[in-house]
Nanobody, 119 residues
Framework: QVQLVESGGGLVQPGGSLRLSCAASESIFDFTSMGWYRQAPGKQRELVARITTGGSTYYRDSVQGRFTIARDNAKNTVFLQMNSLKPEDTAVYYC?????????????WGQGTQVTVSS
């Protein structure tokens, strides 16, 4: 079973930065893409950023220019660098590994890490 372990969350003031890490139990080359999602209280889980095996990236509009997703293939780790944080970024952040097969998509999730942006 794939294991994803997130770290790096915490409390930060508006305008501050945090770097989230997601360590996978197997080679991240095995997955079509890796991503970060977040879920705020009372809201649905939403995609924040995604990076493919080939290095293509996607960001939701609200984090474009502030967040950067990156991968270290040698360490089987994916990062989310978050700058200029805003209170509306407060949420539990989840790492996702997606394996897209011809007839099925398998998603794997970490346990989540809390990010709180508050003064």
């Amino acid at each position: 079973q794939v294991q994803l372990v997130e770290s790096g969350g915490g409390l930060v003031q508006p305008g501050g930065s945090l770097r989230l890490s997601c360590a996978a139990s197997e080679s991240i080359f095995d997955f079509t893409s890796m991503g970060w999602y977040r879920q705020a209280p009372g809201k649905q889980r939403e995609l924040v950023a995604r990076i493919t095996t080939g290095g293509s990236t996607y960001y939701r509009d609200s984090v474009q220019g502030r967040f950067t997703i990156a991968r270290d293939n040698a360490k089987n780790t994916v990062f989310l660098q978050m700058n200029s944080l805003k209170p509306e970024d407060t949420a539990v952040y989840y790492c996702n590994a997606r394996r897209t097969l011809p007839v099925v998509v398998n998603d794997y999730w970490g346990q989540g890490t809390q990010v709180t942006v508050s003064s």
